[in-house]
């Protein structure tokens, strides 16, 4: 995906399990919470349960330096918002506290490590399951 594409989609509406989510695209430009709270958090982008909404920074993905050049088409977008996907269909399952040992917060479907090994495998499954004539479909 390309920073464009991704301006494209701000503001965008979708639904996980039922509930109606929306995508906000923000970036320095534009000074606002969303974007002062990414900052904040040193994050590409976040999960926001309670707003349902997914917020993410077009900032991370542009070139800042001539000796860091990124492609226009990103891969890192992608697996960006794979990756907060992952926690907003955790969270709409009810996956995404009381998951683990400790009670909440910290359990497996809130865990960092967990939910960028399913971002970062999701086209390769993806692609394996489409070579086996396995349906997209439910």
Same mark, same amino acid.
């Given at each position: 995906?390309?920073?464009?594409d991704?301006k494209?989609?701000h503001?965008?509406?979708?639904?996980?399990?039922?509930?109606?989510?929306?995508?906000?695209?923000v970036?320095?430009?534009?000074?606002?919470?969303?974007?002062r709270?990414?900052?904040?958090?040193?994050?590409?982008? #976040?999960?926001?349960f309670?707003?349902?909404?997914?917020?993410?920074?077009?900032?991370?993905?542009?070139?800042?330096?001539?000796?860091?050049?990124?492609?226009?088409?990103?891969?890192?977008?992608?697996?960006? #918002?794979?990756?907060?996907?992952?926690?907003?269909?955790?969270?709409?399952?009810? #996956?995404?506290?009381?998951?683990?040992?400790?009670?909440? =917060?910290?359990?497996?479907?809130?865990? =960092?490590?967990?939910?960028?090994?399913?971002?970062?495998?999701?086209?390769k499954?993806?692609?394996?399951?489409? =070579?086996?004539?396995?349906?997209?479909? =439910?």
């Amino acid at each position: 995906m390309t920073i464009d594409d991704l301006k494209e989609l701000h503001n965008k509406k979708f639904h996980i399990l039922g509930s109606k989510w929306v995508l906000k695209v923000v970036s320095s430009e534009k000074d606002c919470y969303e974007y002062r709270t990414l900052k904040d958090q040193d994050a590409n982008a #976040l999960t926001q349960f309670y707003l349902r909404e997914i917020w993410i920074c077009t900032d991370c993905y542009t070139t800042k330096t001539d000796s860091q050049v990124m492609p226009d088409d990103n891969p890192a977008i992608n697996q960006d #918002l794979t990756h907060e996907l992952y926690h907003a269909f955790y969270a709409e399952s009810g #996956l995404d506290i009381c998951t683990g040992t400790d009670g909440c =917060e910290n359990g497996w479907a809130r865990n =960092e490590t967990m939910i960028d090994w399913n971002a970062k495998m999701f086209p390769k499954i993806l692609k394996v399951r489409r =070579e086996l004539g396995i349906s997209d479909e =439910e």
